[in-house]
């Protein structure tokens, strides 16, 4: 069952025409993110405690379905997908809530685990793989 996080829309969010600015939504699905592997009993910062390790982000995408607006009550389920032993993807729903709940996003990212220093692609962590492996 995929982790659900619940925020609400803040000012901060929004452009000038008074909507969810596009990349206000990945910042979003980070939170959620974070959130997910916090529940898991990972703390988030932990992953990049090993200086000679990154997990960049290789790629992103999303589909904007509805207009998000400042005060709009908000739930994003988050779920992971092992792609190889280097690397996940993390798949989010945003949800505009009321009677019933609208998709108003769906986004994808895909993250790598590499070395810092020359770049070569590296095995995820077992306690990362072991968060994962519960969403």
Do not use: W
Not at 53 to 61: D, F, G, K, N, Q
Not at 77 to 98: D, N
């Amino acid at each position: 069952m995929p982790f659900s996080y619940s925020r609400t829309i803040h000012f901060a969010d929004t452009d000038a025409a008074g909507v969810v600015f596009f990349a206000r939504y990945y910042a979003i699905c980070h939170e959620a993110y974070e959130e997910a592997i916090a529940a898991q009993g990972l703390r988030f910062g932990s992953l990049f405690e090993n200086a000679d390790t990154m997990i960049p982000i290789s790629r992103s995408e999303a589909k904007y379905l509805r207009p998000l607006v400042c005060g709009d009550k908000l739930r994003v389920t988050v779920r992971a997908e092992r792609l190889t032993p280097e690397s996940f993807a993390i798949h989010y729903e945003l949800f505009k809530e009321g009677h019933p709940e609208k998709l108003a996003a769906v986004a994808r990212t895909e993250h790598v685990c590499i070395s810092l220093k020359g770049r070569e692609r590296l095995p995820l962590s077992p306690a990362l793989e072991k968060a994962l492996a519960a969403l």
